[in-house]
């Protein structure tokens, strides 16, 4: 088990495996998106955005509860293999219930008989993250395991999908090879998971316990899906194939720059939690700090370099067909923060703390939000409306958590000075938009300026003097001297 390895050591993980999530996609999007044209990317993207639905009824909370719960007991084993068999035995049940409730649909549902065959492809993905039980090995932070498992699966997956995916109808095998490359690999999870629990019942299980906060979480599971694939739903019923794919273009690069952003989140839940249980404070605030300063420190030079080279990033991944997507990525953007604050105020931060209710409030909020503006925006502006519409979500979902416990990060805030990130932001868009009046192509102009942006926002950290990039800096001095 990892859960000694420091947060240090499960964030290099989580970057890794961050960066091959960033990397599958950058390398086959390219090639898929000109195959399968808006109208073939359009069908695998409203087909998964529906399986998403049924996906969050299998899973009931459980992904982030379960991290909690197990979280609690690992250091007893005893009490760590009750939970994980009372946990799973739940997963199992809701995953049958799922898989009735969406047979159902795709025989009844005019829209969802047209692609039946689709779907069933794309709903393994249910079977396949039931069976993952990824919560167990994120409480324990078995991090090193799950990067380079997950990376084996993509590399296969990334050679099929050259190999198999050839004409305009085969956006049923892409499909398919996407839910092999991003959920296959929990096969491989299940069958290793009987060497670290006794999966043998020597005792009474009490499910019972687990509903009321697996329910909470499941009600902000619920939310949260709504207004991720609510755009994609009500594109699809109320606009055309293409403009879903439009759209699909401009989520799927901001999604890969919000792993990025949310890659220190991510590992922070089993350990913030770790602290909690055991009164350790001091440790908790001084995590909490460190992570909201790299959300800044990461986010708010991404979202503004992207909103100037969202013309070169789209037409590169996406081709010359997808000029229609550029504006709504632009718009998409600020997003960026605000997910990555919230993943942290909320997920790593109140959860822990036993808040998720509140969490739950923000989420339904933002989802209503976005189900009344994409209602007014998307007759009209298409894929742009609901780019506006997540946008002022995302931003309505940060404005509850904030006032939820406003003492708290109001304290945790104080320690962080926004204004150095967008004064060394602003420097490096000034030095790096001169690059767009060169008549490069898209892939050297993206890297000349990432290159002109990146290195002006540094260097003006450093001469501003910033924390957190001086952190950073005596951290890989010190190890190099170690």
């Not at 949260?224 to 699909?248: E, Q, R, S, W």
């Amino acid at each position: 088990m990892e859960k000694n390895n420091s947060v240090f050591h499960n964030f290099i993980m989580n970057v890794i495996l961050t960066m091959s999530s960033f990397i599958f996609p950058l390398i086959t999007f390219p090639y898929v998106s000109r195959v399968l044209s808006p109208v073939g990317i359009g069908k695998v993207s409203f087909a998964t955005s529906v399986v998403n639905y049924f996906l969050i009824i299998a899973q009931l909370g459980i992904p982030t509860y379960g991290i909690r719960a197990c979280a609690k007991v690992r250091d007893s084993k005893e009490e760590l293999n009750k939970t994980v068999q009372e946990i799973l035995l739940i997963s199992i049940i809701m995953c049958i219930v799922s898989y009735v409730l969406f047979f159902i649909c795709i025989f009844f549902v005019p829209k969802f008989v047209e692609e039946q065959k689709l779907l069933l492809v794309i709903s393994t993905m249910i079977l396949f993250t039931t069976l993952g039980v990824e919560w167990f090995y994120k409480a324990l932070e078995m991090y090193s395991y799950i990067t380079w498992r997950s990376i084996i699966f993509k590399v296969i997956a990334l050679v099929a999908m050259f190999i198999l995916v050839k004409k305009q109808d085969d956006y049923v095998i892409y499909g398919a090879i996407s839910i092999f490359a991003s959920s296959a690999s929990n096969i491989l999870n299940f069958v290793c998971l009987h060497k670290l629990v006794d999966l043998k019942v020597h005792f009474r299980l009490d499910i019972r316990k687990h509903m009321k906060p697996i329910l909470v979480f499941f009600a902000m599971s619920c939310a949260t899906t709504i207004y991720l694939n609510l755009d994609t739903i009500m594109l699809g019923f109320m606009k055309t194939d293409a403009d879903v794919g439009y759209y699909n273009a401009a989520v799927k690069i901001k999604n890969m720059l919000v792993s990025v952003v949310t890659s220190l989140g991510t590992v922070l839940l089993p350990r913030v939690t770790y602290y909690l249980e055991k009164g350790e404070k001091a440790k908790f605030e001084k995590l909490a700090i460190k992570a909201l300063r790299f959300v800044m420190f990461i986010s708010v030079p991404l979202l503004v370099y992207f909103i100037i080279f969202a013309r070169q990033g789209v037409l590169l991944l996406s081709g010359n067909e997808y000029e229609n997507a550029i504006l709504p990525m632009q718009f998409m953007m600020p997003t960026l923060l605000f997910i990555g604050l919230t993943n942290i105020m909320g997920i790593q931060i109140l959860v822990p703390k036993g808040r998720e209710d509140k969490v739950l409030v923000s989420v339904i909020a933002g989802a209503a939000v976005d189900l009344v503006l994409n209602a007014i925006l998307i007759p009209k502006y298409a894929a742009t409306g609901a780019a506006i519409g997540t946008m002022i979500a995302e931003v309505v979902v940060y404005i509850v958590q904030y006032f939820t416990d406003k003492e708290l990060f109001s304290r945790l805030f104080h320690y962080i000075n926004p204004f150095k990130f967008i004064l060394a932001t602003g420097m490096g868009a000034i030095a790096s938009m001169w690059v767009q009046k060169l008549e490069f192509n898209h892939f050297i102009c993206l890297v000349l300026g990432a290159i002109c942006f990146g290195g002006v926002y540094l260097i003006s950290l450093l001469l501003l003097k910033e924390s957190f990039i001086q952190e950073i800096i005596a951290t890989i001095i010190k190890r190099k001297r170690t």
